[in-house]
Every structure is written in structure tokens, then in C-alpha cells.
């Protein structure tokens, strides 16, 4: 009989051990992503979203910069993670794999999230994450909210005729289907003439086919201002401002902040190129 | 054909010289009307007039016509640079990209660019480039000389060829552009995709300029085949000539990668293969390497943008991957001439 007791009590100790260790919510998260950044800032306090990448603070690339400054940053270096003390680690698809198979070789639990590209992916995303990190409330308010706007959205954006728009990015590159950007511009009512031409991701279109591909709207990055580099000077080239003017083309300029990450700044995306006249 | 005679001496080599000419115009025409989008012609010419502009024009007169000029010019500036390197070094293996020339005015265009200068004033990019290119020539003479081996060339162009390589890719680094990796490529493969009439005219007056330098001294250079101590009995002032030659081919070489990056195997290809068909005469060889070179990259170009590459291929990927074979052979041919 006593026995049989202490048997129990050792089986109800086994699963009390388990199920902290396995079910333990983490409370030092973690993040080695611009896009996990955004999106885990949403979620969760500085005391339990311990680090984020520095490219967070940047204006420039990063949709909730000034967010950031209440938010510890750490450069990515594997040192300088490992002395947060992490209990889970948020990384993206393609961030620096060495480092990711080195913390995980480490033990340190590593989540790797995607890049959603249609709106009810980044909804997917958004609760997946949030059960990951022990944040569901938050999370499905923030969908809540998310999908509250869409709707606003809806009923403001343009309808039929749709504009037909292209984007065009430093380099030469243009954002086709399958990508967060080609969503935004479906919900904010344009045709993505990248997307109808059968390009897939973000890969490159040449500027004859750009300058041939008569659209409405003409979409750039503003970063549009650095010249120093080639990749930028292409923008600049005197073909497309011809285009301009022959096809009266109206050009948007987009921050990248806006558009470089599915999440939060998707909206703000489509909301920022219809408030446009 | 009065100019044409000055330059090529025998009947010969004039009708070679007039059938480049008309196989570079025959390129320059397919090139203005080879791309992703068939031209209409009548669009174009209606175009002329600013009433009836349109998109053919737009991308002809933008797009096409800069390029292919472009081609033009630096094609000619690379075959002419070859041949008279190869003069003035009397030794058949100087080739702007092989002895480090392109590299380092690749150096030099990248650090104006880069630093932001080539904004204040737009021509800071060729001059940067002709710096480079000036400080490696002289470079070259001094470390390998007149009359040295060709072993010796080789290794002090690899030698200033590794070294304007690295620091063009730690002056990318340091560049604040996240793009900065990727136009390394650029500067050392060369490309003349997304070039616009700017460039050309940044590159025109230079250019010109040492291609008259360099025809100049045709005549001196015909007799410094002789060997050294020939010539200057037969009053030939070396130094002028140096001087003028390391100029010359700098002024065109720096324009020239200043806007397209370096492009490789050009001068080395054009003026072997035409030497013999000039009865290896210096000075008619510079005229018809100038035309050639101009027709192989018109034609490199061509190609480069017939593949179906997703991103085009840079165009000194082409010319290496013909010229680097051709390269090894003439070393091999010369294997005899290494040994003593």
C-alpha cells in the first residue's frame, strides 16, 4: 500500500518535471529577425521580448522603429545572444543559417517563421506565433484589429476600373506573384501587371519591360534618394522619367518600411496607397 | 577615303579596313533593333518630331541607342588599347584587363562614386577611373619596364590586379549601400545593361581625346619595333612617346571602365588576331583593332541579351569565358619564348 503511494507520488512528480520543462512558457524571447521583430513588438513587453535585431531602430527598413527604442537590440553576433539568456529564439527562414544551426546546436529552442504573402497568411502567422510565445490574447487582438481595418480598406479603395501599377525596385527588380507586396496591391485595388506577366517572387524585370508595360501607376522605394550606389541609379534612369511623361504615369513612392515585411506594416501598406489623390 | 589611307598602308588592309567598318555598322543597326521588344520602326521615326512621341522612341532613343553607342566606343577603346600596350611594351600579352589597367581604374571610378563626389560634378567619375588607370600604367612601366619578359608583365599586372581588386571591394564594404556586394560584380565583370545617354556624353571627350593620343604616335611606334636603340638614332624622342602612349590608352581605358566596368580579353583577342593581316605593322594594326574591338563587343552585347537568362549576364562574363581559351593558347604558343 505505501508503496503503491510512493509510486503514484514519483508518477506525479514525473509529469509535474514534464510539464514545466515541456509546457514551460518561454520568458526570454528573443529575436534575430526585422520581421519577427515587428511582429513580436505587437506581442510582448520589453521584460519578456529580451532582444531584437538592431536593424529594428532604423527607420529606413523598419515599420515599428520608434517601438524599438523601448526594446533591447543586439547586432545578431551568437555571443552576444547567448547573454540574454534566451529561453526561445525567434529566427526567420533566411537569417545567417550558421548562426541558427549553432544556437540550436547549443540546445536553445530556434523557431524559424516564414514570409506570409496573402492576408489571411499573415493572420495564420500572427496566432501562431502568439501561441508560440504564450501571447494568444494579445495576438488575437492584434488580428482583430488588423481585420477591422482591412474592412475600412475595402470599402474606401477604388473600385472597377482597377489602375493598372507596377513596382520597381533598386536594381531592377519587381515584385510579382506570391509576394506580400503583389497582395497589397490587390487589397488597396490595383492590378499588379508583374504578377499578370507571370513573374513570381521578387526577380528582375528588365527596364525595356518596364517602360513597355504601360501602366497607370508607377510604384518606387524611396530610398530612391540615395544615388550612390548603382543598384539606385538605375531609378534615376532618364527612360523611365520619359515614360513618365509620354504615358502620364503618376509615380508613388513607397518607404520601405511599409512593405519589406508581412504583419503589422501590411496594412499601413495599402492604407498609405490609397490615401494617396 | 583619304583619312583611311593615312591610316592603313597597303590596299590590303584598307579593304579590311572597310569591311570592319561596314561589319561594326552592320552590328550597330541589329543591336539598335535587338531586345525584349520589337521596335516599330515607323513609331520611332514619328517619334523624331516631340509631337508624336511615343514609347518605341522612348525606349530607342533611351534605352538602345545609348547602349549600342556605347559598345561602339568601348570596344574601340579596349582593341585600340590593346594593340598599342602590346606596341608599346613589345610584348603580346598587355591587355588592359590582364595587367591590372581596368582593375584599378575600376578603383578609381568606384571611389568617386561611392564617396558621393560624383555628384558635385558628373565628370569626377571619368576622371577618377583615368586616375587609376594612369597611376597603374605608370606602375607597370616602371615595375616591368620596356623589354622585359612576359613573364614579368603577367606577374606585376597580377600583382596590381589582385591589389585594385581587394581594396575596390573594401571600398564597397565601407559604402553605406546595402547593395554594395552585389555591384562589385559589376565593376569587375562589367556591363553596359541600363546605360543612358549621360554616360555616354561623360565619356565621349575623353575618350576622343586618347584615341588621338594614341593614333598620334602610330608612326613612332612602327619604328620603336626596330627595338629602342633604333629608334632614338632614327630620332624618335622615347619619352614623348611613353608619355603620350600611357596617356592615350589611361584617358580612353578610364573613361571607358569608368562607365561599364572592366571587360576583359578585348584588347588581347582584336589585335591577335589581326596582326598578321596587317603584316604586323603597328600602326595599321591600331586602326583596325579600334574597329574590331568595337564590332566584338557590338556583337558580345548582342549575345548577352539573346540568352535567356533571368538577370542578364554581365557582358565580361562572355568575353572571358571567349577570351580566357584564347588567352591559354597564346601562352602555350609562347612557351618557348618563357624558356629564355
Redesign the interface.
Known amino acids: 500500500m505505501i508503496f503503491q503511494r510512493f509510486f503514484l507520488l514519483l508518477i506525479g512528480l514525473y509529469t509535474c518535471f514534464f510539464s514545466t520543462v515541456l509546457f514551460a512558457k518561454p520568458q526570454r524571447i528573443v529575436s534575430l529577425n526585422l520581421c519577427a521583430d515587428q511582429l513580436l513588438m505587437e506581442l510582448l513587453p520589453p521584460q519578456r521580448l529580451v532582444g531584437v535585431t538592431n536593424m529594428a531602430r532604423d527607420p529606413d527598413i523598419s515599420f515599428s522603429y520608434q517601438k524599438a527604442k523601448d526594446y533591447h537590440a543586439h547586432s545578431g553576433r551568437v555571443e552576444e545572444i547567448i547573454a540574454l539568456k534566451p529561453d526561445l529564439i525567434v529566427a526567420g527562414q533566411f537569417t545567417s543559417s550558421a548562426s541558427n544551426q549553432l544556437l540550436e546546436t547549443l540546445g536553445y529552442p530556434v523557431i524559424k517563421i516564414g514570409l506570409p504573402y496573402t492576408m489571411a497568411g499573415i493572420f495564420e502567422q500572427i496566432e501562431a506565433i502568439g501561441k508560440e510565445v504564450n501571447a494568444e490574447v494579445a495576438a488575437g487582438s492584434l488580428v482583430n484589429n488588423f481585420k477591422r481595418r482591412l474592412a475600412v480598406l475595402n470599402k474606401k479603395k477604388r473600385q472597377a476600373p482597377l489602375l493598372r501599377a507596377i513596382v520597381y525596385y533598386a536594381n531592377g527588380y519587381s515584385a510579382g506573384q506570391q509576394t506580400i507586396v503583389n497582395e497589397i496591391l490587390n487589397v488597396a485595388g490595383f492590378t499588379n501587371i508583374a504578377a499578370e506577366e507571370g513573374l513570381i517572387g521578387v526577380a528582375p524585370f528588365s527596364l525595356e519591360r518596364l517602360v513597355t508595360s504601360k501602366p497607370d501607376v508607377l510604384i518606387l522605394g524611396e530610398l530612391t534618394n540615395n544615388e550612390s550606389s548603382l543598384a539606385h541609379r538605375l531609378l534615376q534612369h532618364k527612360a523611365i522619367k520619359e515614360m513618365i511623361n509620354v504615358g502620364q504615369v503618376e509615380k508613388i513612392l513607397v518607404p520601405d518600411r511599409l512593405w519589406n515585411c508581412a504583419g503589422p506594416s501590411s496594412i499601413a501598406a495599402a492604407n498609405y496607397l490609397i490615401k494617396l489623390p | 577615303m583619304d583619312s583611311l589611307s593615312d591610316l592603313l598602308n597597303t590596299r590590303k588592309e584598307r579593304r579590311l579596313g572597310v569591311f570592319l567598318i561596314l561589319l561594326s555598322l552592320m552590328l550597330f543597326l541589329l543591336s539598335l533593333f535587338v ?3 520589337n521596335l516599330n520602326i515607323i513609331n520611332i521615326i514619328e517619334g523624331l518630331s516631340k509631337d508624336n ?3 518605341d522612341s ?2 530607342f ?3 538602345r541607342l545609348p547602349r549600342s553607342l556605347l559598345a561602339i566606343i568601348i570596344g574601340a577603346s579596349l582593341g585600340l588599347s590593346g594593340a598599342a600596350l602590346q606596341g608599346l611594351l613589345r610584348n603580346p600579352l598587355a591587355e588592359p584587363g590582364i595587367i591590372g589597367v581596368s582593375a584599378s581604374a575600376a578603383l578609381g571610378a568606384v571611389l568617386v ?4 563626389l560624383s ?1 558635385t560634378f558628373p565628370l569626377a567619375l571619368p576622371l577618377g577611373g583615368i586616375t587609376g588607370a594612369l597611376l597603374s600604367v605608370t606602375l607597370l612601366y616602371l615595375l616591368a619596364g620596356r623589354n622585359s619578359s612576359v613573364l614579368t608583365l603577367i606577374l606585376a599586372g597580377v600583382a596590381i590586379s589582385s591589389l585594385a581588386g581587394s581594396l575596390t571591394a573594401l571600398a564597397l564594404n565601407l ?1 553605406p ?1 546595402p ?2 556586394s ?2 562589385i560584380f ?1 565593376w569587375l565583370m562589367g556591363s553596359l ?2 546605360a ?3 554616360h555616354v556624353w561623360l565619356l565621349v571627350l575623353p575618350t576622343v581625346l586618347g584615341w588621338w593620343l594614341i593614333f598620334q604616335s602610330r608612326h613612332a611606334l612602327d619604328v620603336l619595333s626596330l627595338g629602342e636603340d633604333t629608334a632614338s638614332t632614327l630620332g624618335i624622342n622615347l619619352a614623348t612617346l611613353n608619355k603620350k602612349l600611357i596617356l592615350g590608352t589611361a584617358l580612353c581605358v578610364g573613361a571607358a571602365v569608368s562607365v561599364s566596368g572592366g571587360i576583359a580579353f578585348i584588347g588581347l583577342i582584336v589585335p591577335h588576331l589581326l596582326r598578321p593581316l596587317v603584316g604586323h605593322r603597328p600602326s595599321s594594326l591600331l586602326f583596325v583593332s579600334a574597329v574590331a574591338g568595337a564590332a566584338l563587343l557590338l556583337f558580345a552585347d548582342i549575345i548577352v541579351r539573346l540568352l535567356p537568362t ?3 549576364l554581365k557582358i565580361g562574363v562572355l568575353t572571358a569565358l571567349i577570351g580566357a581559351p584564347f588567352f591559354l593558347r597564346l601562352i602555350l604558343n609562347s612557351r618557348r619564348a618563357w624558356a629564355s
Open positions: 531586345g525584349e521588344f512621341y511615343n514609347i522612348v525606349v532613343q533611351h534605352i562614386f561611392y564617396s558621393g555628384l559604402a549601400n547593395f554594395a552585389m555591384e559589376y545593361s541600363n543612358s545617354m549621360e533571368q538577370q542578364e
